[in-house]
């Protein structure tokens, strides 16, 4: 059972390049977020989706974009990469019934 | 808005010391509270968790009971190894209408355990 699967697990950017971090579980989880953690601040929720086709932003949305047009998948997007989105990101998918929310291993993104 | 207060680290201990980290929380409803745990290089992982008031989480020596009175949900093990030494996040989750299983987080407390 993979879980939850975080890809890549390191990526450096130069500033203005885009990307996307993906994100897949194979637990059949209705709910999915995505999370950045800096130092001293723990964990800040990015965006989440509460199912297929349904996202919605979380607490530091700007400058990324997500969708989810699949159970499976939550892609998260940087469009155009700032340094201040270097930080260490965590996707999130939890169960429609139950509570424990489980975390991928995490993508160490620096951006340049 | 819901927010999680955790002891500010850094903590260092020696093996088989008594260990405590506070945690106290606020928050609109009746949240579901939880210990997590990151090992160097890795990722989250759930330590334990209690939901609802008076429950008490326990795993690998970990305890933690979750307090209405005091708004608390403090993390103790009797005996810390060296293995033990990571950063433990104390969160919160609330379900509301329309909403995910989010997770509001405490900014984490690195616990160094020396042998």
């Known amino acids: 059972n993979a879980g939850v699967t975080q890809t890549p697990k390191f990526q450096v950017l130069k500033t203005g390049q885009s990307m996307t971090l993906q994100c897949a579980q194979d637990?059949?989880?209705?709910?999915m977020s995505w999370y950045r953690q800096d130092p001293g601040m723990g964990l800040r929720l990015i965006h989440y989706?509460?199912?297929?086709?349904?996202?919605d932003q979380g607490e530091v949305p700007n400058g990324y974009n997500v969708s989810r047009s699949t159970t499976e998948d939550f892609p998260l997007r940087l469009l155009s990469a700032a340094p201040s989105q270097t930080s260490v990101y965590f996707c999130?998918?939890?169960?429609?019934?139950?509570?424990?929310?489980?975390f991928g291993e995490g993508s160490w993104l620096t951006v340049v | 808005g819901d927010s999680v207060t955790q002891m500010e680290g850094p903590v260092t201990l020696s093996e088989e010391a008594f260990l405590t980290i506070n945690c106290t929380y606020t928050?609109?409803?009746?949240?579901?509270l939880f210990w997590y745990v990151q090992y160097p290089g890795e990722g989250l992982q759930l330590l334990l968790k209690?939901?609802?008031?008076?429950d008490k989480g326990s795993n690998k020596g970990f305890e933690a009971t979750y307090r209405k009175e005091t708004t608390s949900f403090h993390l103790e093990k009797g005996s810390v190894q060296v293995s033990d030494s990571a950063v433990y996040f104390c969160?919160?989750?609330?379900?509301?209408?329309?909403?995910?299983?989010?997770?509001?987080f405490g900014s984490g407390t690195q616990l160094t355990v020396l042998p």
């Open positions: 209690a939901t609802k008031a008076d």
């Open positions: 999130a998918s939890s169960p429609g019934v139950g509570n424990t929310i489980y």
């Open positions: 928050a609109t409803g009746y949240p579901s």
């Open positions: 637990m059949n989880h209705e709910y």
């Open positions: 969160a919160l989750s609330l379900i509301s209408s329309g909403s995910a299983r989010q997770l509001t």
């Open positions: 989706s509460v199912g297929a086709g349904i996202t």
